[in-house]
């Protein structure tokens, strides 16, 4: 519950991150979504940057020799306090590789942590056509990361976090109609100031449908995501707004109603309007292990 109000302290403070079966984007808590009280999700995904949107909208892929990934271990806990109530908590691993023609860095590092609760605010009813499920969440995001302005590497590597305290809040909504599924995301994040510098909100949604045929689903996403300008101690922009656009496939299966597996592949390269954004390319495996009471 402290979590939950840190971060909602922090959203409303005047300042200048799936459940697994349904987002292939990662950017939504792992909720429970189950009659499980406890829940353990790890993820492993392999992250490469392609390109580079301009301010004008377009597009400039990287030439051979410039080369940037991200390989990244996540573990996901979540626990349900009763029927409505639930926290989670993320704790992720990077291994940050970059390259500029001969000149190659890559470092191992623990990436900002996320603590939150959600709720239960709209049960859906088997016998209601409508109103699906919805749950609303607040995290805090925790900077365990090394910071850019923390960095010794001329590459940059190393850096694996914002270095600024931060928080959440959102909504998941999901609706299951005999052999298909839908769900609906939005998030909001805030920063904290460091000193005189200010961090730009951020504004995440993804949107999806899913076909389930027996203990299998295959699913696909499409959603934004927006950043605010940054602005430094003099008052100057020192990062203008950014807009990506995520779309994803996605193949799961169930197994025993306990575990489940879900591989994911994302791309921010095929739909737009997109500006001073890089662009990756992303593929994600996730499985979990549910408990129930």
């Not at 200048?16 to 790890?42: F, K, R």
């Not at 993320?90 to 623990?110: C, F, H, Q, T």
């Not at 999806?208 to 934004?224: E, T």
Request: glycine fraction near 10%.
């Amino acid at each position: 519950m402290i979590g939950f109000w840190i971060a909602l302290w922090i959203w409303l403070s005047p300042l200048a991150h799936a459940a697994p079966c349904c987002s292939g984007t990662a950017v939504v808590p792992s909720l429970i979504t189950s009659d499980a009280s406890l829940q353990v999700s790890t993820r492993i995904s392999q992250s490469g940057v392609v390109g580079n949107s301009r301010e004008d909208g377009s597009s400039v892929f990287n030439r051979e020799g410039n080369d940037e990934s991200v390989t990244r271990v996540a573990v996901d806990l979540s626990y349900a306090l009763d029927p409505r109530w639930q926290l989670h908590s993320g704790v992720p691993l990077n291994r940050r590789y970059r390259a500029i023609d001969a000149r190659k860095s890559a470092n191992w590092g623990i990436a900002d942590l996320s603590l939150g609760a959600a709720f239960e605010a709209i049960e859906e009813l088997s016998y209601h056509q409508v109103f699906p499920r919805t749950w609303i969440f607040a995290d805090l995001i925790v900077p365990a990361g090394r910071a850019p302005d923390q960095s010794s590497d001329l590459l940059r590597s190393d850096v694996h976090g914002r270095g600024a305290w931060g928080g959440a809040l959102g909504f998941f909504s999901q609706k299951s109609f005999k052999g298909f599924d839908a769900y609906l995301l939005g998030t909001h994040q805030r920063y904290l100031p460091q000193g005189s510098f200010s961090f730009g909100s951020v504004f995440l949604g993804d949107i999806g449908l899913g076909y389930n045929p027996g203990q299998f689903r295959f699913g696909v996403s499409i959603g934004p995501q927006w950043e605010g300008t940054d602005s430094d101690p003099n008052g100057l922009t020192s990062q203008r707004s950014k807009l990506v656009w995520t779309s994803g496939v996605s193949m799961g299966a169930s197994f025993q109603d306990a575990w489940s597996l879900v591989g994911s592949y994302a791309d921010q390269t095929l739909f737009g309007p997109t500006y001073n954004s890089q662009l990756s390319r992303t593929f994600m495996i996730t499985a979990m292990h549910r408990i129930n009471k």
